[in-house]
């Protein structure tokens, strides 16, 4: 037991030694930094599939699950039955702002996609939300309070059910 708890602090050491606190996600006070989440949504600026400029302060009043998705990820297509029950369940408390990072997919493939769905989503292209949430992989969910603030992300999916359970869960938070 106590060499274990030797070869703990030596790889301790040698770890500080090598990478700074601020490779390690701390600025150099040593206090954790993280992106201000509430500042990027107010910042966010969307695109219609028409072209025009949206925030999200046009959604106040419900709570907002950005879907960050593309039309080959499975995964996301999964998901997509869910959120439409959700907004079946939930018409003047709930949105769901279906985003194009933009990393594949076209804008023609976004819209051919939209036009041949049959989701009450609303479908936007936001290249510079994604990278304001620094997002790496899809499906990448953000929910949004009724009142506009960041709730959670959620990287990946739990499957259908899972999905749709953690979005109500939210929700029904603002009820």
């Known amino acids: 037991m106590k060499k274990n708890f030797l070869k703990y602090l030596a790889l301790l050491f040698i770890t500080a030694?090598?990478?700074p606190p601020y490779s390690a996600g701390l600025n150099t006070d040593g206090q954790?930094?993280?992106p201000d989440y509430n500042e990027v949504l107010r910042q966010a600026v969307?695109?219609?599939?028409?072209?025009e400029d949206i925030t999200?302060?046009?959604?106040?009043?419900?709570?907002?699950?950005?879907d960050f998705w593309e039309?080959?990820?499975?995964?996301?297509?999964?998901?997509m039955p869910t959120y439409q029950k959700?907004?079946?369940?939930?018409?003047d408390n709930f949105v769901v702002l279906a985003v194009s990072p933009g990393y594949m997919d076209s804008p023609e493939q976004v819209r051919q996609?939209?036009?041949s769905n049959d989701y009450d989503f609303v479908f936007l292209f936001g290249e510079a939300l994604a990278q304001g949430f620094n997002i790496q992989s899809i499906p990448f969910k953000v929910y949004v309070s009724p009142e506009g603030t960041y709730v959670t992300s959620i990287m990946g999916s739990r499957g259908p059910q899972e999905d749709y359970n953690k979005a109500r869960e939210i929700i029904e938070m603002f009820l």
């Open 32 to 34: 954790t930094e993280s």
């Open 86 to 91: 959700l907004l079946q369940e939930y018409p």
């Open 56 to 66: 999200l302060d046009q959604f106040k009043g419900k709570t907002v699950l950005i």
């Open 113 to 115: 996609f939209a036009d």
């Open 71 to 79: 039309t080959w990820c499975t995964p996301c297509l999964r998901s």
């Open 17 to 19: 030694a090598f990478f």
């Open 46 to 51: 969307l695109r219609t599939l028409e072209g």
